[in-house]
Nanobody, 122 residues
Framework: VQLQAFGGGLVQTGGSLRLSCATS????????MGWFRQAPGREREFVAT???????TYANSVKGRFTISGDIPKNTLYLQMNDLKSEDTAVYYC?????????????????WGQGTLVTVSS
């Protein structure tokens, strides 16, 4: 399966952005999908995930500000980001795996999109 993330851009502190992730290829399965981000000089970190059964989990740093959603049968994924902070600046990646659990680690995902840059200016 191929993933493509888009929707990033430049936004001021306190602003909002909505990221989207589209899938193509072998999409007959319901995938667990997630968002990760990587800031310059830092490791890729977990942001949010939606299991193939619809269970959502968030990193503490984004809880209450970000909302993950999407259509499970269509394997689409969105990330609504509100009240953005400078520390949210990063390249955001969407990822997918065929497992039925809730996955927070990068190593749990088999498929990755190319990333979309989010820059929050103060």
């Amino acid at each position: 399966v191929q993933l493509q993330a888009f929707g990033g851009g430049l936004v001021q502190t306190g602003g909002s952005l909505r990221l989207s992730c589209a899938t193509s290829g072998r999409t007959e399965y319901n995938y667990a999908m997630g968002w990760f981000r990587q800031a310059p000089g830092r490791e890729r970190e977990f942001v949010a995930t939606r299991s193939s059964r619809g269970v959502t989990t968030y990193a503490n740093s984004v809880k209450g500000r970000f909302t993950i959603s999407g259509d499970i049968p269509k394997n689409t994924l969105y990330l609504q980001m509100n009240d953005l902070k400078s520390e949210d600046t990063a390249v955001y990646y969407c990822a997918a795996t065929r497992g039925s659990g809730v996955y927070l680690r990068t190593g749990s995902y088999d498929y990755w999109g190319q990333g979309t840059l989010v820059t929050v200016s103060s």
